[in-house]
């Protein structure tokens, strides 16, 4: 139980010193045993007479020196396990504190702490490095986290303050129930209701809850179905909206790819600016389908692609969602094109440059949906 509670220092010397201990029993018992007996043979066989002192005094030499020889290899066995265990403990022990005081950082929340590859082994090396990347992990979720619930607080604010407002008014009856306070109210609410559906969309596609319904699925429909949706919208704001597609059957969620569709085209939209154009096309291979919608709208910066799949995020800040939509729907989108078992990607040549989003999926049902 002592050696259980020990420091690593202790440890390492006391497995020396029992590798020692048993390398000295071990040259005790030949010198002891085994030794004595030849050594007596050989000078019998070298001439000189048992039981004449000379044979007394040579075994006598022999019997010392074996006993100073064991008791200098002991001490310097001794000596030699206390230095190593020393050394390797200090190698090993300062990665390990580190490791230590880091981990208690990161859980009294600073995430922020990062410690050195010291070159103290593979196995240290690479515990560093996972401890790193957990870290680094741990700062984007918290960051992520932080902007979710500053993003939720602005997203409710405007909602519950009409509603307060209104109730509040209500009470004091300074504002009378009409149609008009009954249409506001009915606004917000549906505005709240929207935002925890929203909510509750990104929270099941991301831990794989949707349950998909793949079917055989005429590419051409779906498209032209998707575009007449929305062909409206297009029109009152002037942006023209085309679509083809090469491609003939694919076997999906119908309802699923609709809805991405959907949220990829009002994207579109809503960074197109009027007398613009959004094409929505589809090609394919034997294995797989390319989907993409195409626009000439505001463009992206690379810091922008590399976020813009992120929950809650939103490429001009300065857009609420009414106007700028919640920072969900790409969310939703990449996580239910990976249910598919395919992926959802982004480029853009730059901001004025336009952006294209574009959909990989299997063709087939065996890949789609292992």
Known sequence: M??????????????Q???VAASLLGAVAVATLAGPPLFHEHLELAGIPGGSPELFHVE???????????????????ACALLASFLLSRTIRTPLEQLT???AEVAHGNYDVRVPVLGAGVELDSLARAFNMMADQLTRTEETRQRILSD????MSTPVSVLSVYLEGLQDEVVEWNPTTDAVMAEQLARL????????????????RIDLDPAPLPLANLLETCAAAVRENYAAKGVTLTTAADADVLIADRQRLAQVLDNLLSNALRHTPPKGTVSLTATGTSDTVLIRVTDTGDGMTADQLTHIFE????????????????????TISHALIAAHGGTLTAASAGPGHGSEFTIELPRTPGKAYP
């Open 17 to 19: 010193l029992i590798v």
């Open 101 to 103: 005081a880091a981990a």
């Open 193 to 208: 209701t929207r935002l925890v559906e929203d909510i509750d969309d990104v929270s099941r596609a991301e831990e794989g």
């Open 311 to 330: 929950r809650f995020y939103r490429g001009d800040t300065a857009r609420d969602r009414d106007h700028g939509g919640s920072g969900i729907g790409l």
């Open 152 to 155: 939720l607080a602005h997203e």
């Open 2 to 15: 002592r050696l259980r509670n020990s420091g690593l220092a202790a440890r390492l010397f006391a497995t």
């Open 60 to 78: 006598q030499a022999y019997r010392d020196a074996n006993l100073i020889t064991l008791a200098v290899a002991l001490g310097t066995g001794l």
